[in-house]
């Protein structure tokens, strides 16, 4: 069974800065490209970042020098470092881990960005 479990979401004030992790059973995660995408009530779900099984980064511009995201093959682990967070990155943060043929979600975790 495939299960991505994301953690590290929570209530932020503007400018600080969270690490959410993704953890995934099931999959040999090095041979997936993994990413983060996120969603918030009323919109479609949008790109935040991708990594694939060799380390190339994609990153949405609306993030771009403020989020980096990473990966550790040997713990089937993979992160998203979120600095000089605003308002506007408020939302459930989902990871996400595809290959051909295959794609996986976790369940999200809720960032709150408010003073």
């Known amino acids: 069974q495939v299960q991505l479990v994301e953690s590290g979401g929570g209530l932020v004030q503007p400018g600080g800065s969270l690490r959410l992790s993704c953890v995934a059973s099931g999959i040999t995660f090095r041979d997936y490209i993994m990413g983060w995408y996120r969603q918030t009530p009323g919109k479609q779900r949008e790109l935040v970042a991708t990594?694939?099984?060799?380390?190339?980064?994609n990153t949405d511009n609306s993030v771009k020098g403020r989020f980096t995201i990473g990966r550790d093959n040997g713990k089937n682990t993979g992160y998203l470092q979120m600095d000089n967070l605003n308002p506007d990155d408020t939302a459930v943060y989902l990871c996400n881990a595809r290959t051909l043929g295959e794609d996986y979600w976790g369940q999200g975790t809720q960032v709150t960005v408010s003073s």
């Open positions: 990594i694939s099984s060799s380390g190339s980064v």
